[in-house]
T-cell receptor, first 116, second 115 residues
Framework: AQSVTQPDIHITVSEGASLELRCNYSYGATPYLFWYVQSPGQGLQLLLKYFSGDTLVQGIKGFEAEFKRSQSSFNLRKPSVHWSDAAEYFCAVGAKGSSNTGKLIFGQGTTLQVKP | DAGVTQSPTHLIKTRGQQVTLRCSPKSGHDTVSWYQQALGQGPQFIFQYYEEEERQRGNFPDRFSGHQFPNYSSELNVNALLLGDSALYLC??????????????FGPGTRLTVT
């Protein structure tokens, strides 16, 4: 079964420091991968997506992610974090197969705290 | 361009009651998916509607049902509410076309509290 693991439940970084949030997936073929951000009391905003091709994906708000098949990972990065980046981040995989088409399977999320 | 909208924002119900949540998709989208997000968890897929039919379903009991209207808006109904149904219910819209189906845009959610 397809699954997503976000190993870090909570991460704290200083404003201006670099950020990397980890995501590991379980899937046999090339996955569809996504990162979403959720601010307190809000819905999810799509940061970036990977379907195929270039393994380094650029997203909104200065975020990027790199697909590494050998490590089954899709880590999210940002070179310099701003206080407004404090939020919950979710990695998701798009399920495939006739009974799963269109489903997104989410990890448990990583809470990012930004220190001034 | 309006994004995905949901109503109501918050709802408090008693165990055993029934609830209906509503969603209007983003302009140009024809597919609506519903997710349940329990506190401290990632969203879990409930079901997906396209052309007024349920196309996919997650691991949720039959107490959870839905509907899609000709204008693509959708409702989520939950019968015989349990305390464990307390969660944020998220609606997501997309286009029922190849990879676009997976590019889902979420609404702000409806916070349901069951007492």
């Amino acid at each position: 079964a397809q699954s997503v693991t976000q190993p870090d439940i909570h991460i704290t970084v200083s404003e201006g420091a670099s950020l990397e949030l980890r995501c590991n997936y379980s899937y046999g073929a090339t996955p569809y991968l996504f990162w979403y951000v959720q601010s307190p009391g809000q819905g999810l905003q799509l940061l970036l997506k990977y379907f195929s091709g270039d393994t380094l994906v650029q997203g909104i708000k200065g975020f990027e992610a790199e697909f590494k098949r050998s490590q089954s990972s899709f880590n999210l990065r940002k070179p310099s974090v701003h206080w407004s980046d404090a939020a919950e981040y979710f990695c998701a995989v798009g399920a495939k197969g006739s009974s799963n088409t269109g489903k997104l399977i989410f990890g448990q999320g990583t809470t990012l705290q930004v220190k001034p | 361009d309006a994004g995905v909208t949901q109503s109501p924002t918050h709802l408090i119900k008693t165990r055993g009651q029934q609830v209906t949540l509503r969603c209007s998709p983003k302009s140009g989208h024809d597919t609506v998916s519903w997710y349940q997000q329990a506190l401290g968890q990632g969203p879990q897929f409930i079901f997906q509607y396209y052309e007024e039919e349920e196309r996919q379903r997650g691991n949720f009991p039959d107490r959870f049902s839905g509907h899609q209207f000709p204008n693509y808006s959708s409702e989520l109904n939950v019968n015989a509410l349990l305390l464990g149904d307390s969660a944020l219910y998220l609606c997501a819209s997309s286009m029922y076309r190849a990879l676009w189906l997976y590019e889902q845009y979420f609404g702000p959610g409806t916070r349901l509290t069951v007492t």
